[in-house]
């Protein structure tokens, strides 16, 4: 069966939409605040389609996983309680990562993440960063797992718990 990676379109805002619920009901059901006060809602997908950030996993001809990866300086970036290994070099962030749970536990993210890496050093980006809720042990797991460093605690716009645990993957 292939699986690939490709940008999405507005034609799979509602298989996104699907791997978003599922995403929000198991950070959820850990005891996780991510995600669970609107956010990331069908505004902010579009706005990362129309903006080319948007990308989508394939596996068959069904949507697996979805992810925005954005290059350029992430504001919440700019404080960290630790620090970045390199902070010269431009990169890119990777965020709202999910997949459908149809697809969980089958290894499919480490490929996902992995096409991520590979698109983003074709252009010429060797910097990743990722963060996540302190609770998402499967997020925290596979960004080690495909050679993520733990930089520290950054802060988002969470109201309720902002500390996010950073990683970042130097090439």
Same mark, same amino acid.
């Given at each position: 069966?292939?699986?690939?990676?490709?940008?999405?379109?507005?034609?799979? !805002? %509602?298989?996104?939409?699907? %791997?978003?619920?599922? =995403?929000? @009901?198991?950070?959820?059901?850990?005891? %996780?605040?991510?995600?669970?006060?609107?956010?990331?809602?069908?505004?902010?997908?579009?706005?990362?389609? =129309?903006?080319?950030?948007?990308?989508?996993?394939?596996?068959?001809?069904? !949507?697996?996983?979805? =992810? =925005?990866?954005?290059?350029?300086?992430?504001?919440?970036?700019?404080? !960290?309680?630790?620090?970045?290994?390199?902070?010269?070099?431009?990169? @890119?962030?990777?965020?709202?990562?999910?997949? %459908?749970?149809?697809?969980?536990?089958?290894?499919?993210?480490?490929?996902?993440?992995?096409?991520?890496?590979?698109?983003?050093?074709?252009?010429?980006?060797?910097?990743?960063?990722?963060?996540?809720?302190?609770?998402?042990?499967?997020?925290?797991?596979?960004?080690?797992?495909?050679?993520?460093?733990?930089?520290?605690? !950054?802060?988002?716009?969470?109201?309720?718990?902002?500390?996010?645990?950073?990683?970042?993957?130097?090439?």
């Amino acid at each position: 069966m292939q699986k690939y990676t490709r940008l999405a379109t507005k034609n799979d !805002i %509602s298989n996104i939409m699907l %791997s978003i619920d599922d =995403a929000i @009901a198991f950070l959820k059901q850990s005891g %996780s605040t991510q995600w669970q006060n609107g956010y990331p809602n069908q505004k902010v997908i579009e706005e990362d389609i =129309a903006n080319k950030n948007g990308y989508v996993f394939v596996v068959g001809n069904q !949507i697996a996983s979805y =992810a =925005a990866v954005i290059e350029g300086i992430e504001p919440t970036y700019q404080k !960290i309680d630790g620090s970045w290994h390199n902070e010269r070099d431009p990169y @890119a962030t990777t965020h709202r990562i999910c997949f %459908s749970s149809n697809y969980q536990g089958q290894g499919l993210a480490k490929i996902f993440i992995s096409n991520i890496v590979s698109l983003e050093l074709s252009r010429g980006i060797r910097n990743l960063r990722v963060d996540t809720h302190r609770l998402n042990i499967p997020m925290q797991t596979l960004a080690e797992h495909n050679g993520f460093k733990y930089r520290g605690i !950054i802060q988002c716009n969470d109201e309720v718990d902002p500390d996010r645990s950073a990683y970042e993957l130097n090439l």
